[in-house]
């Protein structure tokens, strides 16, 4: 049960900055199953396990070590949360997206998320990069329900623009210079945590979809909420159900991750650097 409230998120945000020096944040940076983001150049300040942070119980996933890391240069500071929360592991949608409310709190201006996803479009090869411009919720939930709607204006929010447009232009170019095949497309959120079978992601290709997952929907409402930029960047790790011709598996999704580290790593040092640019 989601027992996560407003004023109980709040004050897990006074607690971490009393205990941490985060400087001014430049932006906050998810990481999705199999990926592994650090910040080159950055001095590792502290890394603090999600128990520590969130006021509910971190259930294990595999690919995910969750831990908060923070990283500063000089006065500046960055957050990457390795690791997220999922719908299908039993948290509620406000649980899902503590992440992106807790990093609005602390400041930050821009909320970063990657993920693991699968390709629809056959034109989107494993191991390719697709910057999200759009999303179709398929998760039958919102992180606005109830108190959370009313917590700040507007209850009711715009997201025409929910995946900022200068962000996804930028981050397209810096992956493109960091080795990947990359394009735009729309995010499927679906709840999981079953694979989709190959007649929904029949129904999605139709409905406009290019890559589709079981997370990051719920995170971008909250963050849109709250004003920060979102940029999304998705892995596509595996042909989807139907496309491919191969079963799907986690570990499937985890491998490809890991062999695109190189690259994310690459691209997070260009992103971060466009983002300090755009700040200082």
Not at 250 to 265: D, N, P
Request: hydrophobic fraction near 50%; glycine fraction near 10%.
């Amino acid at each position: 049960m989601d027992t996560l409230t407003p004023s109980t998120l709040e004050a897990a945000a006074r607690t971490f900055a009393a205990r941490h020096a985060t400087g001014e944040l430049v932006a906050a940076f998810v990481a999705g199953s199999g990926i592994s983001l650090a910040a080159p150049g950055w001095e590792k300040a502290a890394e603090i396990p999600y128990a520590e942070v969130f006021p509910f119980p971190v259930a294990e996933l595999p690919g995910h070590t969750p831990t908060v890391t923070l990283w500063r240069k000089r006065t500046r500071g960055l957050l990457v949360f390795n690791g997220r929360f999922h719908l299908y592991q039993g948290y509620g949608a406000a649980q899902v997206a503590a992440i992106p409310r807790l990093a609005g709190l602390l400041g930050a201006p821009v909320y970063v998320a990657t993920n693991a996803s699968g390709s629809i479009d056959p034109a989107v090869s494993a191991g390719s990069l697709v910057v999200v411009r759009d999303h179709i919720n398929l998760q039958a939930t919102s992180p606005l329900l109830g108190e959370w709607g009313r917590w700040r204006a507007p209850m009711f929010p715009d997201l025409t623009d929910a995946y900022d447009p200068a962000l996804r232009a930028a981050a397209a170019e810096s992956a493109r210079a960091a080795g990947f095949a990359v394009s735009e497309g729309v995010y499927v959120g679906t709840l999981g945590p079953n694979y989709e079978t190959p007649a929904e992601i029949e129904a999605f290709r139709r409905m406009g979809g290019t890559v589709v997952g079981m997370s990051t929907v719920q995170e971008v409402i909250a963050a849109r909420h709250l004003g920060l930029r979102v940029l999304v960047l998705s892995l596509a790790t595996n042909m989807a159900a139907g496309i491919g011709g191969l079963p799907l598996t986690h570990q499937e999704v985890l491998e490809v991750g890991e062999a695109a580290r190189g690259r994310l790593l690459g691209l997070l040092e260009r992103v971060v650097a466009g983002l300090e640019a755009k700040t200082a």
